[in-house]
């Protein structure tokens, strides 16, 4: 008796896909209104990044305005720490001593910072 | 003082972190028993609430095994090296204004390195359990995760490109003109696909998928160490979906509000209505709705979607995601250099 | 400590304390059965593991390695597109497009392609428009 064996040349393959009848719009009016949401999106971005670029400039022509004052903060600050650094030395050294041998006032490439951290 | 003040934020972020974990897995399991009609679980406090906290005791009072063959130290720090990077990257999420723990420049780019060495839990996990099973599984799972991961950073390059900034919080900020799901549509389903497979969910969950390798990488794993992969499996669903709503529906911002500020053209900021406003527009609420409507499509994804095969996840991702977002990271740029709208960045400035 | 510091640290201290209260409370009773890798027969094979594994594997990695390169080294371009104008742009493009090349190149090799079993039922006539996909 002959055994059950495959037909010749072995099965058909097996069709796991369903024909699922398609449904809804063709794939084009998909990718179509994609991208017109994407178009009314860079819209919106053009506008937002238009606001961001008038607040930069906004912020940079404030900071421009307001170096003059800046510069007089640091001024006043830097003569504040000049001289206190002069009354500490001489406290200390009993005389104005001089470091350079000149009498050209040079910057302090230094500060003398609390040693407390406060705030 | 101050050491006790940030002790006591870093546990205001993770406790909660935590507490969302066990929340989001009982909604997982109540939300997939409605989409089967049963009940789900409903026995342990009201409505079943508290069923992952009785979950997680029971495990933690479990018997571990450490199996003989296994490389005992790498068994053991492989689930928690993958628990630390999936929990490390809620520091740099910013909830609401002002209300963050860290507020780094490169936020964004510290995100990606974390979930990318997650990655390596799941490796050591897997090659030093010794069992084939495990072994296949996080052979697959990381090939899934880094080839996934590609897709993910380009398309936060793109979201880079439109904000200017790699800062969180400066991403989120930039988003009150448009939210970016606008211009970036089609790269959100991308990023989100990604971030489904980033997170080994289904029907992208090669790693453990039961019918062939059994539980995959956590096949050998008990305990309190499976405890660990649990968490981190599920802290990293709720990490991407906040990462998703902050890079593209505008994190703590309201867009429904501002779009009703924009239509009402509210010019008098000094009434009581304006401060309301204000509040809702940038609040955690908005996150957090944004956030949880997103963890309900990953799991009506995982009820929906039957468990693709490995050659197709990959050919998904290497043929169709990836070419997809070449497309895109080649024709974006040109656009916002065509409009002339390439974002500066004003903190810096 | 910094809240940043303390959030590092608490991330392990949180792991280890899990472990350590599952080592301390639970039971543990081993024994060679229980602790041998798991099968789904009556013994394990110890022979199986840590052997050979597909290539596919390896050049996905490899490949990743490259293209994720690629992405990190066009990031420096995104956050300074302002400042570089459309010089950057266009050396950017030439970049990626190299790239893409090699991608196509790639693909046509076939570097991408797992081989399965299944795939051969799908070389059916009318199916051949999915090949890009499903083969």
């Known amino acids: 008796m002959p055994q059950d064996m495959p037909p010749q040349g072995g099965y058909l393959p097996v069709q796991y896909k369903r024909n699922i009848?398609?449904?809804?719009?063709?794939?084009?009016?998909?990718?179509?209104?994609?991208?017109?949401?994407?178009?009314?999106?860079?819209?919106?971005?053009?506008?937002?990044?238009?606001?961001?670029?008038?607040?930069?400039?906004?912020?940079?022509?404030?900071?421009?305005?307001?170096?003059p004052l800046l510069q007089a903060e640091e001024d006043r600050d830097q003569a504040r720490r000049y001289f206190a650094d002069k009354a500490r030395e001489k406290e200390l050294l009993g005389t104005d001593a001089k470091i350079y041998n000149s009498d050209r006032f040079v910057r302090p490439t230094f500060t003398y910072t609390p040693s407390k951290v406060t705030q | 003082m101050s050491n006790i003040i940030s002790i006591i934020q870093g546990l205001l972020v993770i406790v909660p972190a935590l507490i969302s974990v066990a929340f989001v897995t009982i909604s997982e399991r109540k939300v997939m028993a409605s989409m089967q009609r049963r009940v789900g679980p409903n026995a342990v406090g009201y409505y079943g609430l508290l069923q992952a906290f009785a979950d997680a005791l029971k495990l933690l009072l479990k018997e571990y095994v450490a199996p003989t063959q296994a490389n005992i130290i790498l068994f053991f720090l492989g689930p928690v090296i993958t628990l630390i990077f999936a929990l490390l990257g809620y520091l740099v999420i910013p909830y609401a204004p002002g209300t963050f723990i860290s507020d780094h420049r490169l936020g964004i780019f510290f995100m990606l390195a974390v979930s990318a060495i997650a990655t390596y839990g799941i490796l050591l996990a897997g090659w030093s359990a010794n069992s084939k099973y495990a072994f296949l599984g996080s052979l697959r799972s990381t090939a899934q995760l880094i080839s996934y991961e590609l897709i993910l950073s380009s398309v936060l390059l793109l979201v880079i490109l439109l904000t200017g900034s790699l800062n969180v919080i400066t991403i989120v900020e930039s988003q009150k003109a448009v939210s970016l799901l606008l211009p970036l549509l089609p790269l959100f389903i991308v990023f989100f696909i990604g971030s489904i497979a980033e997170t080994n969910r289904a029907p992208f969950d090669l790693a453990e998928a039961e019918s062939e390798l059994v539980s995959g990488f956590m096949t050998e794993h008990s305990a309190s160490i499976f405890v660990f992969f649990f968490l981190a499996e599920y802290a990293s669903i709720i990490l991407i979906c906040i990462l998703n709503s902050i890079l593209f529906f505008g994190g703590y911002l309201s867009i429904i509000v501002f779009s009703i500020i924009s239509l009402l053209d509210l010019s008098r900021e000094d009434t009581l209505f304006h401060v309301l406003i204000s509040i809702i527009s940038s609040s955690p609420i908005n996150l957090a709705v944004k956030t949880s409507i997103l963890v309900f499509v990953f799991i009506w994804v995982r009820a929906s979607f039957p468990r693709i095969r490995f050659d197709q996840l990959m050919s998904v991702c290497w043929l169709v995601l990836l070419p997809i977002t070449?497309?895109?990271v080649i024709l974006l740029p040109c656009v916002v250099s065509g409009l002339l709208i390439n974002p500066v960045n004003i903190s810096l400035l | 400590?910094?809240?940043?510091?303390?959030?590092?640290?608490?991330?392990?201290?949180?792991?280890?304390?899990?472990?350590?209260?599952?080592?301390?409370?639970?039971?543990h009773n081993p024994y060679q059965e229980k602790d041998s890798a798991f099968e789904c027969g009556f013994h394990s094979f110890l022979g199986q593991n840590r052997t050979q594994f597909s290539i596919s594997f390896f050049i996905f990695a490899l490949l990743f390695l490259l293209f994720d390169l690629e992405i990190v080294l066009v990031y420096p371009y995104v956050v300074s597109?302002?400042?570089?104008?459309?010089?950057?742009?266009v050396i950017m493009l030439v970049f990626f497009l190299v790239l893409t090349l090699g991608f196509a190149f790639e693909i046509g090799k076939n570097a991408l392609k797992i081989e399965s079993r299944q795939v051969y039922n799908f070389n059916y006539k009318s199916w051949s428009g999915y090949s890009l996909i499903y083969n």
């Open chain 1, 21 to 67: 009848p398609a449904r809804g719009f063709r794939p084009i009016y998909y990718l179509i209104g994609m991208h017109l949401i994407m178009g009314y999106g860079y819209y919106k971005l053009f506008y937002g990044v238009r606001e961001q670029y008038e607040l930069a400039r906004e912020k940079m022509w404030g900071r421009i305005h307001i170096m």
């Open chain 2, 326 to 328: 070449i497309a895109y």
């Open chain 3, 1 to 27: 400590m910094t809240t940043t510091t303390f959030f590092l640290f608490l991330m392990p201290i949180l792991a280890i304390i899990l472990l350590a209260v599952n080592l301390i409370l639970s039971p």
């Open chain 3, 81 to 89: 597109a302002y400042t570089n104008g459309i010089y950057g742009l």
